[in-house]
């Protein structure tokens, strides 16, 4: 019998701030719609990432992964930059 396993999850998402050492604040939209109105409504979820090298900077577009837990709120890790802010 051969186990599956799970691939973590990944967003892409803007980076909010990068004021803490080796961590970046990053932003991820979705688009939920409203149960009774039924308008579209842009909800935004922060993330708590790891940047190891410093590397980013407010604005950027960057993808993320789910990892293991590094500290008290770090549970996502940079997997890379797609687009540097100019």
Request: a positive charge.
């Amino acid at each position: 019998m051969e186990e599956t396993r799970n691939f973590r999850k990944e967003k892409t998402g803007i980076v909010l701030s990068n004021k803490m050492n080796k961590t970046i604040i990053v932003a991820v939209k979705r688009k939920v719609k409203h149960p009774m109105y039924e308008k579209f409504i842009n909800k935004t979820s922060k993330f708590y990432a790891h940047d190891e090298s410093n590397s980013c900077s407010i604005g950027d577009t960057v993808r993320i992964s789910e990892t293991r837990p590094i500290s008290k709120t770090k549970r996502w890790r940079l997997v890379e930059v797609i687009e540097k802010v100019k």
